[in-house]
């Protein structure tokens, strides 16, 4: 009698420890991970059209910048200067970035030092091409001006400048295939074009210069 307590005793301990080790192993058993979505890359795919809008913004944003810098040296009015400092903190990164990209491709970035003419960098506008930038600005005939005069001329080339540019981005925006670049190009088109505006009124509130 005392045998068959003694074994169902046994038993019972033997059946609680299963029992536990069940439990133990159903808390730690973890779900499978799934793995994170990778994003795609900006630079998967490009374009001749993307390589066109880059190679030409590089420098057509360069020729903004020297323009801006002498700005900031000769400008009369504060507003000339605060735009000057608007465009300079706007373009140097979108120059950085489009460099950027043109590495990761292989491709050539271009560059532009003081006085150097602007390149050519496509062919005559047509179906699917990039439209061909305007000529340097006579950055010589700013260099002698002063005051006033400064201020007109400045706004004068610096709105034609932004319309080119915003040709540019729209033939991006059109044929471009890299989402990254085109929305940086609809990002220019929509800032230059509201600079455009501001200028066309701050020229307007110019006082015509005295000769």
Do not use: Y
Request: glycine share 8%; net charge negative.
């Amino acid at each position: 009698m005392a045998h068959a307590v003694r074994t169902a005793a046994l038993t019972a301990v033997l059946i609680a420890a299963g029992a536990s080790a069940g439990c133990a192993g159903t808390q730690t058993a973890q779900p499978p991970q799934v793995p994170a979505v990778a994003q795609p890359s900006p630079t998967q795919q490009f374009n001749d059209t993307d390589v066109q809008f880059l190679q030409q913004m590089i420098p057509h944003h360069q020729q903004a910048l020297m323009m801006a810098a002498m700005a900031a040296q000769k400008a009369a009015g504060a507003d000339v200067k605060q735009l000057a400092a608007a465009i300079e903190q706007e373009q140097q990164p979108e120059i950085d970035q489009m460099s950027t990209w043109l590495k990761q491709w292989g491709k050539p970035v271009p560059s532009m030092g003081p006085g150097m003419a602007m390149p050519s960098m496509s062919p005559p506008m047509g179906h699917g091409m990039m439209p061909s930038m305007g000529p340097m600005p006579d950055m010589g005939q700013m260099q002698n001006m002063t005051g006033e005069q400064f201020d007109q001329m400045f706004l004068q080339l610096m709105i034609a400048h932004h319309e080119g540019a915003v040709a540019m981005a729209k033939a991006e925006i059109a044929g471009g295939a890299n989402p990254a670049v085109k929305q940086l190009a609809e990002k220019i088109q929509s800032s230059q074009n509201a600079q455009i505006e501001q200028m066309r009124q701050m020229l307007a509130a110019t006082p015509t210069p005295t000769r």
